[in-house]
């Protein structure tokens, strides 16, 4: 027997409004991929464990997966689809592509988003700490090493939006 006990919740995402209805149990990453069909956040472990999930809320990165999307409402959610402004790729995009940061290819939105997150935090002045804080994202393919060389090409570069 299918129960009906939905809750319509206003979202914004990527600067738009979205009237979505859901169960209470609904996370934000299943809101996400299949009411909204926003699907560069990807599911990886959906335990909170590997960072494919993770997206920016009000600015700050957070694991989607782990995430009630009835807890959202009214919060300003920012996905891969919305990092780009007016077709120009975000200056972390742009380094991902020139240090070849990604193999197949699936965290590389998490690790975008979590990258954008903590330039923002402004805690990671080294390499060794951009490491650490970004240690919540992972990617099974190696493409570390070009990860961290893009977060610290935008970081030096003085890029932190």
Known sequence: METTDTTL????????????KVRPWVSLLDALRDRLYLTGT???????????????????????????????????????EGVAENDVLHPLQQAFIN????QCGYCTPGQICSGIGLLKEGKANT?????ELMSGNLCRCGANVGIIDAIMEVKEGGHHE
């Open 9 to 20: 919740i206003s979202l914004r995402v990527n600067g738009k409004e979205h009237s979505v």
């Open 42 to 80: 990807k599911k990886g472990c959906d335990h909170g464990q590997c960072g494919a999930c993770t997206v920016l809320c009000d600015g700050k990165r957070i694991l989607s997966c782990l995430t009630l999307a009835t807890m959202k409402e009214g919060a300003e959610i920012t996905t891969i």
């Open 99 to 102: 240090h070849d940061a990604f």
């Open 127 to 131: 390499r060794e700490e951009v490491k």
